[in-house]
């Protein structure tokens, strides 16, 4: 009878896990801007049905978007604020926080050339 012991390798202690609280709040709200967008797109197809069915006029189309611009531009700013916190912070996590920092970023430019352009267009 063979009673040999096998032991199992001895692993290192274990770093602490490190959190970036800031930089996944900057990625969680980057993502709830992701869906503001797909929702906004849903109405942007729908909307020839409901103009016609509530008989609107161009002009008050745009106030059915309004919502959506202020809601990003809201979470566009809160998401780009709170990951620059994170990524001036040494020894956290970047990931999450650039992707939140892009996101954040990507809609607030979408802001401004929107009003840019509608600036542009009611001017001329």
Same mark, same amino acid.
């Given at each position: 009878?063979?009673t040999?012991?096998? &032991? &199992?390798p001895?692993?290192?202690? &274990?770093?602490?896990?490190i959190r970036?609280?800031? @930089?996944r709040?900057a990625?969680?709200?980057g993502l709830?801007i992701?869906?503001?967008g !797909?929702?906004?797109?849903l ?7 409901i ?5 609107l006029?161009v002009s &008050?189309?745009s ?9 990003? @531009?809201?979470?566009g700013v809160?998401?780009?604020t709170?990951?620059?916190?994170s990524l ?11 992707? @939140?920092?892009?996101?954040g ?6 802001? !401004?050339?929107? !009003?840019?352009?509608? !600036?542009?267009?009611h001017?001329?």
């Amino acid at each position: 009878m063979n009673t040999d012991i096998v &032991s &199992s390798p001895v692993l290192p202690p &274990s770093q602490p896990l490190i959190r970036n609280g800031f @930089g996944r709040t900057a990625f969680v709200l980057g993502l709830i801007i992701v869906c503001v967008g !797909v929702m906004q797109q849903l109405v942007a197809m729908m909307l020839p049905m409901i103009m016609q069915k509530f008989a609107l006029s161009v002009s &008050s189309v745009s106030m059915i978007f309004t919502p959506f611009y202020l809601l990003d @531009g809201i979470l566009g700013v809160l998401a780009v604020t709170f990951g620059i916190i994170s990524l001036q912070r040494p020894g956290l996590p970047r990931g999450a926080a650039a992707a @939140g920092t892009a996101l954040g970023g990507h809609v607030l430019l979408n802001i !401004v050339v929107s !009003v840019v352009a509608f !600036v542009a267009h009611h001017l001329s």
